[in-house]
């Protein structure tokens, strides 16, 4: 009786020689002779069973169908592609089986010459097609439009103080925008809602449908990266005075309503807080003179959190009330927001913003209003040197597998009950050597065990493979590329395993509550801390993140006090082996040494990292790898069948990936030199044996997942994947 297997993936970096290693030539996609092609697995046309909602934490369409989306971000001047490249963008996203794109700040490179809040003619219609290409695959789109806008001198009469936020310039990409200031000003505001509620009104020519109409729209975002406890609303205020006295008069009313008087805010505050100011913020505050304005920068927030988590003195009410006015200010905008875009007919999901707000106090309040709004996102990276571009330096080459739960994966401490949870951008970045083991690290924990709905991993600049690992740019050569082996490669399989479920949703492990009446006053209830150093976030506190490796974690807002625990992982850590189960028996963790996890389930099995010359033995299936790090996944290719019903194995070998000439230096934590095209594989040795089946047949396919005509021989029930002689990241097994 044959048995079919279906899908094996390996990816690995050990340290053989530069000489050793493969050019990545990937081919054009031979539809009949294709064994990674995806196409059939993406339900065209996007939106046939309606519009995407939430019931409890779950997306479903309309007719109740369960969804997740495995998805890319598209950014900027890319969203307005020309027809050809839209057409080969969709086909190419489509093959890899990613079915949802993330159209990410395309507003500002399409904006009218004089207005703000339309685009251009052309530019519409080129993002239309794209739109009507990406339907048609069966691929649908969210929209995030806006990061820091740009008004326009047309704008003008509609602002405050336009001439202000002209003239704001903060030495980067976010000058002369409405970044921090639309939080709470009511004519930026406008100016955003009218710019979206534009978008959504635009009929699409291609589809004969408005956007708010086109259920292939799955989400609204009303802000990328921005928050009113972010320190850029400081930076901008700075800038801008009209808006400052505008939030100082705001803040005012606020306190007056609350405290009726000079006399009873002084005593409620202390007079250590009217010194305060005095020596922070060199301003003698007096309510009936409104010169209080409330601190934006998250930092001292967060150093009074620590403080009082420290126990010496409790957290002051003058910051607890000023977090709760800004916490207002934010869930009023979005309020706000969310009403005009629902006045639109707009049936999707609506999400707010995806940035953090430092620790504690102002990390929840920013979260509540994100999770009054609708499904939560957020943002996480890991990896790479300095600045946004590859070049020669210092960078951080750690695996994320060192410890379980940590880099992007730790975002997942900020999932919320009764909430959908989106990773709308992601990446491991460039040169960091094990980045590929980031893809599989989400699809199997995050988009697996815990149950997020949907990742977007950051970014699609090109519609097929870069030729650098970097974006292909003498001025600004990007280092977030998902167009390279070690992204878009691996999700032929993975895109398989996260829509046919293959990994169990773990059950819950840890609630933190989170009391909103406490909270307003500075109390968080537990201890945890959060750093942020630029685009990347860590985590630790009351719940370590290891427990992300063994079941699922989140928070819970809740009307009164419940205490938080700590969660009992004895159950599932071997702390002698350092070894984590997942509570689903599907997952283990083994940090004993550099780190690797074995995928154990039905439809998909595998190894991904520092395994070199281990024996895993996963049910009937053994893997011994000869690389120092690898990732292998076996799955298989039919939609509704285990790897035993299935008949096909498609097998995945990639390592580590590099630009021809890249340097490095001996410890392999400087870059030297960045390198040139084309992008170098280094080939995998893997001994794949399978108790009581028989291997048929081994074929070679190419980069592109195309058959070739050669073969590999079997031992019965053992085969050698060589990647030196094959040369090759792609084969197709066929056992009995």
């Not at 339309?118 to 239309?128: I, T």
């Not at 080939?683 to 291997?695: A, G, M, N, R």
């Not at 070739?708 to 029930?717: F, L, S």
Request: aromatic share 12%; proline share 4%; glycine share 8%.
């Amino acid at each position: 009786m044959k048995t079919v297997f279906a899908f094996f993936l390996i990816i690995s970096g050990c340290y053989a020689q530069t000489n050793d290693w493969f050019v990545f030539k990937p081919e054009k996609v031979i539809a009949e002779r294709n064994v990674i092609r995806m196409n059939d697995w993406l339900d065209a046309p996007a939106g046939k069973y309606g519009f995407v909602k939430f019931d409890g934490e779950k997306l479903i369409f309309s007719d109740r169908t369960p969804v997740k989306f495995w998805g890319v971000n598209i950014s900027g001047n890319s969203v307005f592609t020309d027809k050809k490249s839209a057409e080969q963008w969709s086909e190419t996203l489509a093959n890899y089986g990613v079915n949802s794109v993330r159209f990410h700040k395309f507003t500002t490179p399409g904006m009218q010459d004089s207005i703000s809040t339309d685009l251009k003619d052309e530019k519409y219609n080129r993002m239309d097609y794209f739109s009507s290409k990406l339907k048609g695959k069966g691929i649908y789109y969210g929209w995030s439009p806006i990061y820091g806008h740009l008004p326009k001198i047309g704008d003008k009469d509609d602002l405050l103080a336009y001439n202000e936020i002209a003239a704001a310039d903060l030495n980067n990409h976010l000058s002369r925008s409405t970044i921090g200031l639309v939080n709470f000003s009511e004519d930026l505001q406008n100016l955003h809602s009218k710019l979206i509620l534009n978008l959504l009104d635009h009929k699409n020519p291609y589809t004969g449908l408005r956007y708010a109409d086109d259920p292939a729209l799955i989400f609204v975002e009303i802000q990328n990266e921005d928050d009113i406890y972010f320190a850029t609303t400081e930076s901008m205020l700075k800038k801008c005075p009209t808006y400052k006295k505008l939030l100082n008069n705001q803040f005012s009313d606020w306190l007056i309503n609350k405290y009726r008087n000079q006399e009873n805010l002084k005593k409620s505050w202390g007079t250590k807080a009217f010194e305060w100011g005095k020596e922070v913020k060199g301003v003698s505050w007096d309510l009936n003179k409104k010169n209080i304005i409330p601190v934006v920068n998250h930092g001292i927030y967060n150093y009074e959190f620590i403080e009082a988590q420290k126990g010496s003195k409790g957290f002051p009410l003058f910051l607890a009330d000023m977090a709760s006015f800004l916490f207002e200010k934010q869930k009023e905008y979005y309020v706000k927001l969310k009403t005009k875009i629902r006045a639109t007919g707009y049936k999707g999901l609506i999400l707010s913003s995806n940035w953090q707000a430092g620790s504690g106090i102002t990390h929840y309040l920013n979260l509540y209003a994100d999770y009054l709004t609708g499904m939560i996102d957020r943002h996480n990276y890991y990896g790479g040197g300095t600045g946004h571009t590859l070049k020669p330096g210092k960078f951080n080459n750690d695996s994320m597998l060192q410890k379980p739960g940590s880099g992007l994966l730790s975002t997942g401490m900020q999932q919320v009950s009764d909430r959908p949870f989106s990773f709308s951008e992601w990446l491991s970045i460039p040169p960091n050597e094990w980045r590929a083991e980031a893809a599989p690290i989400i699809a199997a924990y995050g988009m697996g065990l815990q149950g997020w709905d949907a990742s977007f991993s950051f970014n699609s600049e090109t519609p097929d493979f870069t030729p650098t690992i970097q974006i292909p740019n003498k001025i600004w050569p990007g280092v977030y590329n998902v167009m390279t082996p070690s992204n878009l490669s691996l999700y032929p399989a993975l895109a398989r395993m996260i829509y046919r479920n293959d990994i169990k949703e773990g059950a819950v492990i840890s609630t933190r509550f989170i009391d909103i009446k406490n909270l307003n006053t500075g109390k968080l209830g537990f201890n945890e801390t959060i750093e942020q150093q630029g685009d990347v976030k860590t985590f630790q506190g009351i719940v370590p993140t290891e427990a992300l490796a063994a079941g699922k974690i989140l928070v819970t807002f809740t009307d009164q006090f419940k205490k938080t625990h700590d969660p009992d992982l004895s159950t599932f850590r071997d702390l002698k082996k350092k070894i984590i189960r997942s509570n689903t028996d599907q997952l283990l963790w083994d940090y004993s040494d550099k780190g690797f996890i074995t995928i154990n389930s039905p439809g998909t099995k595998g190894v991904v990292g520092f395994s070199k010359e281990k024996e895993i033995v996963l049910d009937y299936i053994s893997i011994k790898i000869k690389n120092t790090f690898a990732i292998v996944l076996l799955t298989s290719l039919d939609k509704g069948k285990s790897i035993k019903e299935s008949k096909h194995i498609l097998v995945i070998t990639l390592a580590r990936a590099k630009n021809k000439g890249m340097k490095f230096n001996s410890d392999k934590t400087k870059l030297l030199e960045v390198g040139e095209a084309p992008i170098l594989l280094e080939p995998v040795h893997v001994e794949l044996t399978f108790k009581d089946h028989k291997i048929i047949e081994t074929t070679i396919l190419d980069h592109a997942g195309n058959r070739t005509d050669r073969r590999i021989k079997a031992h019965r029930n053992r085969v050698l994947l060589d990647g030196n002689q094959y040369k090759t990241i792609y084969y197709e097994m066929t056992i009995k």
